[in-house]
């Protein structure tokens, strides 16, 4: 049995340069990779806002904690 690859974490980044190379491919070879390129756009925008949702969080509970309203 063959062992699988180690699975890197999705990025912003990796994302982006996926959607990079995606473009170039439709570029030559036309618009048959297009869903591909939507469903990238779709997961970025997707991983987007889950950070930004994360960043608002850690952002509240840091001025809780710093207004002393939890002591946890």
Same mark, same amino acid.
């Given at each position: 049995?063959? *062992?699988?690859?180690?699975?890197?974490?999705?990025?912003?980044?990796?994302?982006?340069?996926?959607?990079? %190379?995606?473009? %170039?491919?439709?570029?030559?070879? =036309? =618009?048959? %990779?297009?869903? #591909?390129?939507?469903?990238?756009? *779709?997961?970025? $925008?997707?991983?987007?806002? *889950?950070?930004?949702?994360?960043?608002?969080?850690?952002?509240?509970? $840091?001025? $809780?904690?710093?207004? =002393?309203? #939890?002591?946890?």
């Amino acid at each position: 049995m063959r *062992k699988r690859p180690k699975e890197e974490p999705v990025t912003e980044e990796r994302l982006e340069r996926a959607l990079v %190379y995606v473009a %170039y491919v439709m570029e030559r070879h =036309g =618009g048959v %990779y297009l869903p #591909i390129f939507e469903r990238l756009e *779709k997961e970025l $925008a997707n991983l987007r806002s *889950k950070n930004a949702a994360l960043d608002r969080a850690r952002k509240l509970l $840091a001025e $809780a904690r710093a207004k =002393g309203k #939890i002591d946890f």
